[in-house]
């Protein structure tokens, strides 16, 4: 799950765990920035149950 995911950065991260906002490597790449995945639609806000998969950016929102 994203907590965990966070958990392997810093174990504050997955304690404090708010939400994730996501957006794939491949989006990113060929769009060419977190913005144009942005206005593109392609950035997503996820809560604890969200399953992490291979090429998935993710931006954490915790509070500690």
Known sequence: ???QAAGVI???LERGFI???V???DD???LGSEQAC???GKFHVEG???IVGDGDILHIRFNV
């Open 1 to 3: 799950t994203a907590p």
């Open 10 to 12: 810093h174990s504050d």
């Open 19 to 21: 939400r994730a906002e």
């Open 23 to 25: 957006m794939k490597y």
């Open 28 to 30: 990113f790449i060929s």
């Open 38 to 40: 942005k206005d593109k």
């Open 48 to 50: 604890k149950s969200y």
